[in-house]
């Protein structure tokens, strides 16, 4: 596979379950990010990998957790989520945390 | 608070014109400069990126860029239908991430 891959592409979920989204690029880049995307609202970054270590938080709740175990891959554990948390979330990653994000297709989560 | 500001649109152009999409960012130290394009349940695309005032083209697309004014815009060339999209724009400052806009959508009709 090449790019950046992403799965599952599509996920429903209570608001008790627990659940993992996962990452994996291909390109050979050192950082990645998550990203939620909902309707009428501009992408907004969730968190920040470097080199796996996590360079940035951008003030998310605690119900989402983010593991990098090394460069090619990120998780996202999602836990006791929200209806309102339902979202596409998309994964990118850049060769450096300075160069051109490359994106995943995203997974599409629905929250009941 | 990094703001980048683009019209929802939906822009509208029938095909062969040029379409012209806008976008607006508030923090004068913003470095990098990118246009990605979204068709309607994918993931953004990287369509063309500018770092230096002036113009970039590649092939029918064509950045352009004023610092001074604090605007870049996206302009297409013999517009497709298949140029159909949300195209956002996100805006980079010397250390930190992408702010993006929330994408102008334009629809080309044959």
């Known amino acids: 596979e090449t790019g950046v891959t992403q799965t599952p592409r599509h996920l429903v979920m209570g608001m008790t379950n627990k659940k993992s989204l996962k990452c994996e690029q291909h390109?050979?880049?050192?950082?990645m990010y998550w990203y939620k995307q909902s309707a009428k609202k501009p992408l907004e970054l969730m968190f920040v990998y470097n080199f796996k270590e996590q360079t940035e938080n951008n003030s998310v709740p605690s119900r989402f957790s983010p593991e990098c175990p090394n460069s090619s891959h990120l998780f996202l554990h999602l836990h006791t989520l929200q209806p309102e948390d339902s979202a596409l979330y998309l994964c990118a990653s850049s060769q450096g945390s300075e160069d051109t994000q490359y994106f995943g297709p995203g997974t599409r989560l629905t929250v009941l | 608070q990094k703001e980048v500001e683009q019209n929802s649109g939906p822009l509208s152009v029938p095909e062969g014109a040029i379409a012209s999409l806008n976008c607006t960012y508030s923090d004068r130290g913003s470095q990098s400069f990118f246009w990605y394009r979204q068709y309607s349940g994918k993931s953004p695309e990287l369509i063309m990126f500018i770092y230096s005032n002036g113009d970039k083209e590649d092939g029918r697309f064509t950045a352009q860029l004023n610092k001074a004014s604090q605007y870049v815009s996206l302009l297409i060339r013999d517009s497709q239908p298949s140029d159909s999209a949300t195209y956002l724009c996100a805006v980079k400052g010397g250390y930190s991430t992408l702010t993006f806009g929330k994408g102008t959508m334009l629809l080309v009709s044959p």
């Open positions: 390109l050979g880049h050192n950082a």
